[in-house]
């Protein structure tokens, strides 16, 4: 398996934004997840996030992400509306021993973090060659 399907602090994030409100507590990214070829691809939607405050590490086949977007708007602003979340982004992704953790890729694009990660070797369907046996024969 390539990706753990289940999140438990996705249910924790909802929770929290009813509770407190969007902006106030950690948000959890939208993502999409699919394998091309010999490579996992991950799609995470944060729009409007400064790359440097993007951060990315993986321990023991756990990927955190996070991320921090702050308001436009100048302290001393009168804000008028207010629908873009800000504050801090995070995702937690449980990955599968098949994957080279060593080896992600990460690039941030029109407010999309891709990460392409790299099946392991080790984990790739191989072919196995059957060897010709000495058939001996038997004389009676």
Same mark, same amino acid.
Request: aromatic share 6%.
């Given at each position: 398996?390539?990706?753990?399907?289940?999140?438990?602090?996705?249910?924790?994030?909802?929770?929290?934004?009813?509770?407190?409100?969007?902006?106030?507590?950690?948000?959890?990214?939208?993502? #999409?997840?699919?394998?091309?070829?010999?490579?996992?691809?991950?799609?995470?939607?944060?729009?409007?996030? #400064?790359?440097?405050?993007?951060?990315?590490?993986?321990?023991?086949?756990?990927?955190?992400?996070?991320?921090?977007?702050?308001?436009?708007?100048?302290?001393?602003?009168?804000?008028?509306?207010?629908?873009?979340?800000?504050?801090?982004?995070?995702?937690?992704?449980?990955?599968?021993?098949?994957?080279?953790?060593?080896?992600?890729?990460?690039?941030? #694009?029109?407010?999309?973090?891709?990460?392409?990660?790299?099946?392991?070797?080790?984990?790739?369907?191989?072919?196995?060659?059957?060897?010709?046996?000495?058939?001996?024969?038997?004389?009676?």
């Amino acid at each position: 398996m390539m990706l753990m399907r289940t999140d438990p602090f996705r249910e924790f994030d909802r929770l929290a934004q009813q509770v407190f409100g969007p902006g106030t507590s950690t948000s959890a990214m939208p993502m #999409d997840a699919y394998r091309a070829g010999d490579d996992f691809i991950v799609h995470f939607d944060i729009p409007g996030i #400064d790359p440097e405050s993007i951060e990315l590490d993986v321990e023991r086949n756990v990927l955190n992400v996070r991320a921090e977007r702050r308001s436009p708007a100048p302290e001393d602003a009168d804000v008028v509306v207010s629908e873009r979340p800000t504050g801090h982004f995070s995702r937690q992704l449980f990955l599968g021993e098949t994957l080279d953790t060593e080896r992600i890729d990460a690039t941030y #694009d029109a407010g999309v973090l891709t990460l392409r990660i790299p099946v392991a070797e080790a984990a790739k369907p191989r072919r196995i060659q059957i060897a010709g046996g000495d058939r001996k024969q038997i004389t009676g």
